[in-house]
């Protein structure tokens, strides 16, 4: 892969990455204002994450992927429903599951967890704001990123980007994401396709937002 190659996918991969922050929260916010800014409730909660946080990046990535894809210079998407792609994804949710209750005991906030409260607008929010995540993250970025570089740095950096869109939460839980996101990463290589991190990302959220 000659240099201008390589440069090219760091470019594609770094311009997915700063989608997400600028038009995507221009946008957000617009068609925020223009509803009224109502309170992130029912409805309120499956729009934002089906249409305004990672659809445009998303949208670039997929873009971005035909054309590289097209001529050769990256890999094209692979999603893959094999059983061995599903396994590998369940394994690393419920690994992650595991780390991410055993951080919150070892730091003395256990108190964060509580009876199990099923709020099914955000289960269904996360069906597609989880599959944009990935697409994003765990594929175009993960699968440019590693034509260029090779696997191993292109995880570390793809995951470190990921956690740090996490600006909602404290420097050490994006930290912890950055870690789980590795994890997805490799699950991702291992299980040969994207529904491999979709299923991590999808069995984190679905059993642990109802009791944290």
Not at 94 to 120: K, M, N, R, W, Y
Request: aromatic share 14%; hydrophobic share 60%.
């Amino acid at each position: 892969m000659t240099l201008i190659q390589r440069s090219t996918l760091i470019a594609a991969a770094v311009a997915a990455y700063l989608v997400g922050s600028w038009p995507t929260w221009m946008l957000r916010d617009f068609v925020l204002q223009v509803f009224g800014n109502p309170p992130y409730e029912g409805i309120w909660i499956l729009i934002p994450h089906a249409f305004l946080y990672s659809t445009l990046p998303a949208l670039f990535c997929i873009a971005a992927w035909v054309v590289l894809a097209g001529i050769g210079w990256m890999p094209a998407l692979k999603l893959s429903s094999r059983w061995r792609t599903l396994g590998w994804g369940l394994g690393a949710g419920l690994v992650s599951i595991a780390i991410l209750v055993a951080f919150f005991f070892a730091t003395g906030q256990a108190s964060a967890f509580h009876e199990p409260q099923v709020d099914p607008w955000l289960a269904s929010a996360n069906v597609f704001s989880n599959f944009y995540e990935e697409l994003i993250f765990r594929g175009f970025i993960l699968v440019a990123l590693t034509a260029a570089l090779g696997f191993g740095p292109a995880a570390v950096i793809s995951s470190l980007a990921f956690g740090a869109t996490h600006t909602q939460y404290p420097l050490v839980l994006q930290g912890l994401i950055a870690a789980l996101a590795l994890l997805w990463a490799w699950a991702a290589k291992l299980g040969g396709g994207l529904l491999a991190p979709y299923t991590a990302h999808m069995a984190l959220d679905w059993l642990i937002d109802p009791i944290l």
